[in-house]
Nanobody, 126 residues
Framework: QVQLVESGGGLVQPGGSLRLSCAAY????????IGWFRQAPGKEREAVSC????????YYADSVKGRFTISRDNAKNTVYLQMNSLKPEDTAVYYC???????????????????WGQGTQVTVSS
């Protein structure tokens, strides 16, 4: 049974930082790319970042480039999203997702049938 568990969300002031974690169970990080998506109230879910399970290559949405960094710790079977210089528009529920056997980030569009975490709330506000 594949399970992804996010943690690390919270309330932070603009300009602050948070590190989100996505711990994988029943699945190892070499078996599929891990993506981070977010959904703000009243908005569509959007891709934020992704890390390949094959070569470690990464993807970032233009809105977070230079501020967010994705990484993985294979020993802990966990993917991290370091978020710096946070802005109010980063406020959303953040989800990690994986698809068994899909190793690359290019064109990665997971469906509802893929393995999603439960989400973690990030609120950026003064």
């Amino acid at each position: 049974q594949v399970q992804l568990v996010e943690s690390g969300g919270g309330l932070v002031q603009p300009g602050g930082s948070l590190r989100l974690s996505c711990a994988a169970y029943g699945f190892t990080l070499d078996q599929g790319a891990i993506g981070w998506f977010r959904q703000a109230p009243g908005k569509e879910r959007e891709a934020v970042s992704c890390i390949s399970s094959s070569d470690g290559s990464t993807y970032y949405a233009d809105s977070v480039k230079g501020r967010f960094t994705i990484s993985r710790d294979n020993a802990k079977n966990t993917v991290y999203l370091q978020m710096n210089s946070l802005k109010p528009e980063d406020t959303a529920v953040y989800y990690c997702v994986t698809t068994w056997g899909h190793h690359y980030c290019s064109g990665y569009t997971p469906s509802e049938d893929d393995y999603w975490g439960q989400g973690t709330q990030v609120t950026v506000s003064s």
